[in-house]
Every structure is written in C-alpha cells, then in structure tokens.
C-alpha cells in the first residue's frame, strides 16, 4: 500500500480553470503538508495542516486553499489557474511537525497551458 | 532561517564512497540537519538526520563538526542507483518543526559504471 497517494498524477489545464488535487496518507499521521516544485525545481513549502491548525505560508495566492475532510486527507483546490502555477505538486506528511522524517507522495505535474 | 548552501553537482563511479558537504553558517541553536534523497519524476525521501557529531543508518553517515556549521552526507559504496538528488536542510525542529524546513536545489548525484 502506498503511504502517501496523490491523485491525479499528471493534470492538463487551460487558464482560468479550477481544479483539484487529493492527497491521501494510510500512517496515521497528525501533520501533513503541500509543497511545490518549480521548473528550476527548488521545493517550497505552500501549507501546513496540524489535524488542528493551518498554517498558511504567505507567498502563497488565496486562490490555493487546502481543504481537510479529515485527517487522512488534505486536498488542494486551486482557483482560476493561471500559466506561473504549472509545477508538480507533491503532499507529504509526518507523525507529527516535530518528527524527523516526512514522506512524500509520488507528486502531480500540473501544467496550465 | 538557516540558509544552507551545497555543491550543485557531483559525479562518482560504482563502488566509491562519496561525501557531501553542506554549508550552513547561520545555523541556530535549536536547529537539525536533515537529509532527502530525490529520485527524477519521485518525491524526496528521508535520508538521515542528526543534531550534532555522528549519525549513522543502513543508508547513510552524517558527520558534524563540534561548530554545526558544515555537514557531511556520506554514502558508502554507492551504485548506479543512488543517481539522484540530495538536499540538506535546516531546521528548528524542537519549536516550529517541518513547517519551517526549506529545501535548497539541492546536489545532483551522478553515478556512472
């Protein structure tokens, strides 16, 4: 079973769509997280979800908003995309903020043409 | 936040021990050192992490001198397989833990036959 799953793993879009991007995670995690990876792939952080508080990264536009049914998932919904929001998305997530190690999902290359 | 700073890339051959240093002057207090290993078209995964002297795994050795301003990822032995990606972050993460990690562009690690 995959730890953490990312749905869909590769996403086309035009400009000013809104789309989705699931995450899943089966470890029984507290913390789980939303980065982005650039075309010069540096990896930045976008969010942090605590099980009960978001920490929202200031950089990052409102049209990205995590929603989280539950603890086991932390979706991202992106409004009006725009061409600047192609990257792959990876979620990640860890027992807790402090643990040691986080795990990764496999990503999602969005591309918005 | 400390900044780290890392050669952009190395190369190696089969069998070799290779080690990788990182830079990170600014380091403070509360701050560890953590290690991810990225494979192309993969999410990062947990390498190694330590807080000071040495660290050692099944994977991996993180060497840190007395002053934790260097590190030094040491992988023994390595194969075609461990061409990829490595990071070096640091991070306070006693108080504000992931959240606050930031990945770099980290080395690229060829290995050849």
């Known amino acids: 079973d995959t730890a953490v799953s990312q749905t869909p793993k590769y996403l086309v879009t035009q400009m000013g769509n809104d789309k989705s991007i699931k995450c899943e995670q089966n470890?029984?995690?507290?913390?789980m997280y939303w980065y982005k990876q650039d075309s010069k792939k540096f990896l930045k952080i976008m969010f942090s979800y605590n099980n009960k508080e978001l920490i929202i990264n200031e950089t990052v536009p409102n049209r990205f908003s995590p929603k989280s049914p539950d603890k086991a998932h932390l979706n991202l919904h992106i409004n009006s995309l725009e061409l600047g929001d192609s990257a792959v998305y990876f979620c990640a997530s860890s027992q807790s903020e402090q643990a040691s190690e986080a795990f990764f999902g496999q990503g999602t290359r969005l591309t918005v043409v | 936040l400390a900044k780290t700073t890392q050669p952009i890339s190395m190369d190696s051959y089969e069998g070799q021990e290779v080690n990788i240093t990182c830079s990170h002057n600014n380091i403070a207090t509360n701050d560890y050192i953590t290690w991810y290993q990225q494979f192309p078209s993969q999410g990062p995964r947990f390498i190694i992490q330590g807080y000071k002297t040495k660290v050692t795994n099944e994977v991996a050795s993180l060497f840190i001198p007395a002053d934790r301003k260097s590190s030094t990822l040491s992988l023994p032995r390595v194969s075609l397989s461990d061409t990829a990606v490595y990071y070096c972050l640091v991070g306070d993460m006693i108080n504000s833990g992931y959240s606050t990690l930031t990945f770099g562009k980290g080395t690229m690690l060829l290995v050849s036959p």
């Open positions: 470890l029984g995690h507290d913390t």
